[in-house]
């Protein structure tokens, strides 16, 4: 009986935390933190700088992917497909929408390898090489 509650237990917290997010960043990013807005600003493409004027580089997940519909709400509170004409509108002015990797070790890897990158991955993923700059719960 114990190791059935033991086993429902683990379970249970595996599934509290599927569809936490982390935000993460490229290490020469000089923030250490970053709040819901200016996350928003950076993916609307209304913030192009880090505080120390390099680049930002926002990476997005497919938009069909769980972690894009998740980011998209928490963050925008739109929809993927709401976003993406958001940025089809941008797109006549000149500017693209972010990169797009298809897996979290994708972002990851293009985080850790971009100078300036920000993307964001499930909160199960195991992370190393970059700084987590928010918990999207």
């Known amino acids: 009986m114990r190791i059935l509650l033991l086993i429902f237990g683990v379970l249970w917290a595996s599934f509290g935390q599927a569809g936490e997010l982390l935000v993460i960043a490229s290490n020469q990013v000089p923030d250490t933190t970053i709040s819901a807005k200016q996350l928003a600003d950076i993916y609307?493409?209304?913030?192009?700088?880090?505080?120390?004027?390099?680049?930002?580089?926002?990476?997005?997940?497919?938009?069909?992917?769980?972690?894009?519909?998740?980011?998209?709400?928490?963050?925008?509170?739109?929809?993927?497909?709401?976003?993406?004409?958001?940025?089809?509108?941008?797109?006549?002015?000149?500017?693209?929408?972010?990169?797009?990797?298809?897996?979290?070790?994708?972002?990851?890897?293009?985080?850790?390898?971009?100078?300036?990158?920000?993307?964001?991955?499930?909160?199960?993923h195991p992370v190393s090489g970059v700084k987590i700059l928010m918990q999207i719960p």
């Open 44 to 124: 609307l493409l209304k913030k192009s700088f880090w505080a120390d004027n390099s680049q930002v580089v926002p990476v997005n997940r497919e938009a069909s992917s769980t972690e894009r519909e998740k980011f998209s709400e928490a963050v925008f509170n739109l929809s993927p497909q709401e976003l993406a004409e958001h940025w089809n509108r941008l797109r006549f002015q000149g500017k693209l929408p972010p990169l797009i990797q298809t897996s979290d070790e994708a972002i990851l890897g293009f985080v850790r390898n971009v100078p300036g990158a920000v993307g964001y991955i499930n909160a199960n």
